[in-house]
């Protein structure tokens, strides 16, 4: 079993800022690829970010390229989503998830994840 904990979001005006930190606990190692989604009401669940075992491949989805950043911290078991020139778009509640291949970041709403945090909400006013 893993176990995920989100903290960060919040709420901030367009153009803002927020971090997310996600701590893995339990059988971290396995686990490969970790990453984040989104869900905004009425719609789907999206793969928004996604970081290999390493670190070293990331992958973003086309809405966040270049304004969102993923990373991870192998010895504090902790991955992060910093989010910059936020947008009323980006609101929705955001869930970190682990998986063991990359495939549920391909779409289908993140079926194949293995585990899953508790969600954590962003709200971006205009």
């Known amino acids: 079993q893993v176990q995920l904990v989100e903290s960060g979001g919040g709420s901030v005006q367009a153009g803002g800022s927020l971090g997310l930190s996600c701590i893995l606990s339990?059988?971290?190692?396995?686990?490969?690829?970790m990453g984040w989604f989104r869900q905004a009401p009425g719609k789907e669940r999206e793969g928004v970010a996604v970081?290999?075992?390493?670190?070293?491949?990331?992958y973003y989805a086309d809405s966040v390229k270049g304004r969102f950043t993923i990373s991870r911290d192998n010895a504090k078991n902790a991955v992060y989503l910093q989010m910059n020139s936020l947008k009323p778009k980006d609101t929705a509640m955001y869930y970190c998830?682990?998986?063991?291949?990359?495939?549920?970041?391909?779409?289908?709403?993140?079926?194949?994840?293995?585990?899953w945090g508790q969600g954590t909400q962003v709200t971006v006013s205009s």
């Open positions: 998830a682990a998986a063991r291949n990359l495939a549920p970041w391909y779409g289908g709403g993140g079926s194949g994840v293995n585990f």
């Open positions: 970081i290999s075992d390493e670190g070293s491949t990331t």
């Open positions: 339990g059988n971290t190692d396995s686990v490969n690829w």
